[in-house]
């Protein structure tokens, strides 16, 4: 039912998007490859975002006895991977921030200089 939804999402952004162009006269043929792939985008985004929320990543920081009983609303996770779907743009940047929060790149100090002390 997740990739449903960001599938149907992906048809929302479509539609709303190739109906502004053609109604304003400029769609171009280099686009067309880009709306047929705007479902599968969504439906590919949706249940990535979805394991996320199952996971906690981006819910935030829970305790107490929220965090033992944390039960997320079906609905509200289909209606956020049709969400994902309609802004995926906004999705792949947030993701990409996610991603660059839990890695981090470390600033290490190399270890391996080669110097020789004579």
Not at 8 to 18: D, M, Q, V
């Amino acid at each position: 039912m997740i990739i449903l939804m960001g599938t149907l999402g992906g048809l929302i952004h479509l539609t709303t998007s190739l109906a502004k162009y053609v109604g304003n006269r400029q769609l171009l043929r280099s686009w067309v490859v880009y709306y047929l792939l705007m479902p599968a985008e969504g439906a590919a985004l949706a249940p990535i975002l979805y394991l996320l929320l199952r996971t906690g990543v981006l819910n935030g920081q829970v305790t107490g006895l929220a965090a033992t009983s944390c039960v997320l609303n079906v609905k509200a996770l289909y209606a956020f991977a049709g969400l994902t779907g309609v802004f995926s743009k906004q999705a792949i940047e947030m993701l990409g921030d996610v991603f660059s929060t839990i890695f981090k790149r470390v600033q290490a100090k190399d270890q391996s200089t080669n110097t020789k002390t004579q």
